[in-house]
Structures are given as structure tokens and as C-alpha cells.
T-cell receptor
Framework: DSGVTQTPKHLITATGQRVTLRCSPR?????VYWYQQSLDQGLQFLIQ???????AKGNILERFSAQQFPDLHSELNLSSLELGDSALYFC??????????????FGEGSRLTVL | GENVEQHPSTLSVQEGDSAVIKCTYS??????FPWYKQELGKRPQLIID?????GEKKDQRIAVTLNKTAKHFSLHITETQPEDSAVYFC?????????FGAGTILRVKS
């Protein structure tokens, strides 16, 4: 158990819909990262937050947005869903103070299926 | 932005043999290079990392080497065992962004 909690574990929805994925980082970790892992794909960096502030953006679509709340949990919002958005979405947290130069602790992931 | 290329995409070795996975990165400002192992259906977990001020690091059967001039780093696994079978990801970090390679599927045949 990494200490990072992601909900829901599985989600099935239809094209055009909107979903929210939730992540609670390890106790004490201020940094949260979101990654997308599609079938046969690597880990695509989406976005990073540190203590409520956005620190880095990767290949995140405009239909996707995220935020980190004062209690440090984070949410990834995916809207106008397309078939290609089906993937495993990982959240990770780190004790590193904003920089991505320390161990990332990954949650179990949220598997999104868009039909 | 940073781009990390990883080779090979698939690697099959006999139990007891060594396995080598290689990665190259594009941003010379990258200063942190971790390796993660992802077993089937599981989350990625850090197995070893190296920082830019170090050329080599070893942890039991696993070692990582870094060549900053050539901008490449490698993972070496000796005396492979069936439980080493997994997907291995290299990554490179500049400031706030950790970018992963595409992954290598390692199969250890017993």
C-alpha cells in the first residue's frame, strides 16, 4: 500500500459525458501528479500540483482540468469524453517540495472506460 | 520539452542471464533519473534512481549508469529471476516535470 488513495477504481461511461477522478496523497506529501496510461502506452504526464498551485503541465487536453484543494486532495475532471480517453489514470504524490526529483508514490489507478 | 526514448520495447532473457535497458533524454537540464517497475495490473514502483552528479549506482542485483555527455542512462539487472518479469520505465526530470519512457516489457524465462 503506497498510501495514495484513488477513487473510483473503475468507471464506465458514455462518449460526451464528464467524470471526476479523485486522489488523496500520502499524509504529509504536498505534491500531486496525474498520469495517463493507455493500452500499450507508457505513462503520459498530465499535470502537477504543489500545495494547491499548478507547477507543471504536460500533454493535458483542454477538455481535461485538475485542481488541488486546501486539504491537498486533488481531482482530475475529464469532459466531453471520447473513446480514446479510455485509459488508466494514475495519481502519484511526493514529499519533494514542488520539484520532481524524488520518489513518486503511485495510487492503484482509476480505470476509465468510455463506450 | 523533455523527451525520453527507451529501448528495447520488449526483452526476453533466460533465468540467470543479465538484462540491460537503455534510455536517452533530450533536455540537458535534466538532473534526476529514476527507474520504475510495474507488474501486471499493479502500480509503478521505484526500484532505483540516480542523480546527475553520480555516474553509477548499484543496489544488489540492480545497477544504473548515467552518461551526461551522451545524455543516456541504462538499467542493468544481473542474475535475473522470474519475479523480475514486469514492465520497466525510465524517466527524466527537469524541475517540476517527470517524463517517462515508453516502457520495456521484460520476460524472464525459467
Amino acid at each position: 500500500d503506497s498510501g495514495v488513495t484513488q477513487t473510483p477504481k473503475h468507471l464506465i461511461t458514455a462518449t460526451g459525458q464528464r467524470v471526476t477522478l479523485r486522489c488523496s496523497p500520502r499524509s504529509g506529501d504536498l505534491s500531486v501528479y496525474w498520469y495517463q496510461q493507455s493500452l500499450d502506452q507508457g505513462l503520459q504526464f498530465l499535470i502537477q500540483y504543489y500545495n494547491g498551485e499548478e507547477r507543471a503541465k504536460g500533454n493535458i487536453l483542454e477538455r481535461f482540468s485538475a485542481q488541488q484543494f486546501p486539504d491537498l486532495h486533488s481531482e482530475l475532471n475529464l469532459s466531453s469524453l471520447e473513446l480514446g480517453d479510455s485509459a488508466l489514470y494514475f495519481c502519484a504524490s511526493s514529499v519533494s517540495q514542488g520539484s520532481a526529483t524524488g520518489e513518486l508514490f503511485f495510487g492503484e489507478g482509476s480505470r476509465l472506460t468510455v463506450l | 520539452g523533455e523527451n525520453v526514448e527507451q529501448h528495447p520495447s520488449t526483452l526476453s532473457v533466460q533465468e540467470g542471464d543479465s538484462a540491460v535497458i537503455k534510455c536517452t533524454y533530450s533536455d540537458s537540464a535534466s538532473n534526476y533519473f529514476p527507474w520504475y517497475k510495474q507488474e501486471l495490473g499493479k502500480r509503478p514502483q521505484l526500484i532505483i534512481d540516480i542523480r546527475s552528479n553520480v555516474g553509477e549506482k548499484k543496489d544488489q542485483r540492480i545497477a544504473v549508469t548515467l552518461n551526461k555527455t551522451a545524455k543516456h542512462f541504462s538499467l542493468h539487472i544481473t542474475e535475473t529471476q522470474p519475479e523480475d518479469s514486469a514492465v520497466y520505465f525510465c524517466a527524466a526530470s527537469t524541475a517540476y516535470k517527470l517524463v517517462f519512457g515508453a516502457g520495456t516489457i521484460l520476460r524472464v524465462k525459467s
